[in-house]
């Protein structure tokens, strides 16, 4: 076998190393490609899964205007009751 035919066996298996390498980069590619396309999606579904968590800060504030409005009428309520009631004490009295 002479220097010629070794290098060329040489350089083919170099080549074919080389290729080998590249095919399986270019399949892991495809695959990380693969799995970041399905993880977007669940993340765009998680995404709308919890938008309902982030109003929550919103609806803690109107159900706090809520309350505060229903304890005014509770409060006018009772004013009221407490007048009907003097009123009619006053009348019974009389």
């Known amino acids: 076998m002479s220097f010629w035919t070794i290098g060329i066996i040489a350089g083919l298996a170099v080549v074919l190393v080389v290729a080998l390498l590249l095919i399986g980069i270019l399949w892991q590619a495809m ?8 993880a977007s999606d669940i993340v765009l579904r ?11 800060r919103n ?10 409005g229903a304890t005014a009428i509770d ?8 007048a009907l009631n003097h009123a009619q004490e006053t009348r019974n009295v009389a």
């Open 31 to 38: 695959r990380i490609r693969r799995l970041a396309l399905a």
């Open 46 to 56: 998680i995404e709308e899964n919890t938008r309902g968590v982030w109003a929550l």
């Open 59 to 68: 609806t803690y504030s109107v159900a706090l205007s809520i309350l505060e």
């Open 75 to 82: 409060n006018s309520a009772h004013a009221i009751l407490d």
